[in-house]
């Protein structure tokens, strides 16, 4: 069957997809309790939308379509405390973080829906090590020459948005080294990494997605893990590199910012991307999730060698004018405190030295994503 065309969106509006963590108070364990608060969600409207993830110890919230920071944040803050009041009748705890620190893949339960327990079956134990939690952004386009257009020009800005986000120290009850570990678990996946090279939608959609389901590999868009994939069904872009952060005001922050530079991207005043950008993008990556903001990166166009810092905050405030119209400055102002101060994995780290626990690392967060610290 054919790749749907590419609907037709209103450019820069944009939308979050946010995976939390459901943690038991006894113990600061995951605990398979989405069927339960799915339940009890589901007895009056939601302010956004809600909806299990693979594993019954995770679920997922949806923002409506946004085209301001302010609007996008005040429905994630509804949709915080909506979930935290129901969180606290089933005496449980939500919380963001990329990992959750000292979980058993072997104990995670598949929620029961026919495309997880597909997915299950494929990758074995890859699905319920796949209990992790990332941040999805969508950034709306007018059509899908310029969505690959965008999809690979930012392909050089995906470093920032991992330093930023990162929020996963800590796996299996040790300190990983990474500021971003939980990629490492959608790198096993044989359909992440990058897309294919092609700015024409035409050749993507008739060429290579043509081809990758005649080979019987993919069905749909779903079957790709890239890091930027486009979605032809809601005529956007989505981007699928961030850690959860561990507030709702980072996620929209992030949003925001990637919200600017779609916006200064599509002026097409940079040189346009090529294939020979890749050359560095899993180094840059890399350099990204182990290190976070005291990583260095290799620009793909000079291959000069840049700190990941300082090159977010040039990049910051090369996006003022473009986040100013959209409604996007607080945001980047935020964004530029955290590229000062340090993200969310630097935070659980001072966490665990406190607590002395990783069990304390996960009431940080608890308490962190409640807006309480």
């Keep these: 069957m054919a790749l ?24 600061y364990d995951l605990t398979a309790s989405s069927p339960d608060l799915l339940h009890l969600l589901a007895r009056k409207p939601f302010p956004g939308h809600v909806t299990p993830e693979i594993t019954e110890s995770m679920i997922e919230i949806n923002s409506d379509v946004h085209t301001r920071h302010s609007e996008l944040l005040a429905q994630l803050l509804e949709v915080r405390d909506t979930l935290v009041q129901a969180a606290e009748q089933l005496n449980i705890g939500i919380c963001g973080g990329g990992t959750h620190p000292f979980q058993k893949w072997v104990e995670r ?15 074995g134990y890859l699905a319920k090590q ?21 999809l690979h020009s930012l392909s050089r800005y995906l470093p920032h948005f991992i330093a930023l986000s990162a929020s996963s120290p800590f796996v299996q009850g040790g300190d990983t080294l990474f500021n971003s570990a939980r990629l490492n678990s959608v790198f096993a996946f ?14 993507f959609a008739n060429g290579y997605f043509a081809k990758m389901e005649s080979t019987g590999v993919i069905k749909s868009m ?11 069904e809601y005529g956007t872009i989505e981007l699928r590199v961030c850690d959860t952060p561990l507030t709702v005001e980072r996620a929209a922050a992030l949003a925001a910012y990637l919200q600017a530079l779609c916006a200064y991207l599509l002026e097409r005043k940079e040189a346009p991307p090529a294939e020979d950008d890749y050359l560095v993008y ?42 100013e119209k959209l409604g996007g400055s607080a945001a980047l102002n935020h964004l530029t405190q955290v590229t000062h101060m340090g993200s969310d994995a630097q935070y659980l780290r001072d966490q665990f030295a406190v607590a002395g626990s990783v069990e304390g690392v996960v ?11």
């Design 363 to 373: 009431d940080a967060a608890v308490q962190r994503f409640r807006g309480r610290r």
């Design 130 to 150: 796949f209990t992790v939690f990332g941040q999805h952004v969508h950034i709306g386009t007018g059509n899908g020459d310029d969505a690959l257009y965008l």
């Design 190 to 203: 044989p359909m992440s990494g990058r897309a294919p090279f092609t700015l024409s939608w035409d050749d």
């Design 222 to 232: 779903k079957d790709f893990y890239w890091d930027l994939r486009p979605k032809p």
């Design 4 to 27: 749907e065309p590419f609907k037709t969106s209103t450019p820069l509006t944009m939308g979050v997809e946010l995976e939390l963590q459901l943690v038991s108070f006894s113990d």
């Design 282 to 323: 899993n180094y840059n990556r890399f350099q990204a999730c182990r290190f976070g903001l005291d990583g260095t990166i290799v620009h793909p166009k000079t291959y000069e060698t840049l700190s990941l810092r300082e090159d977010i905050l040039t990049t910051l405030r090369r996006m003022d004018p473009y986040a």
């Design 109 to 123: 339960r598949i929620f029961e829906k026919p495309r997880f327990k597909e997915v299950s079956a494929l990758y």
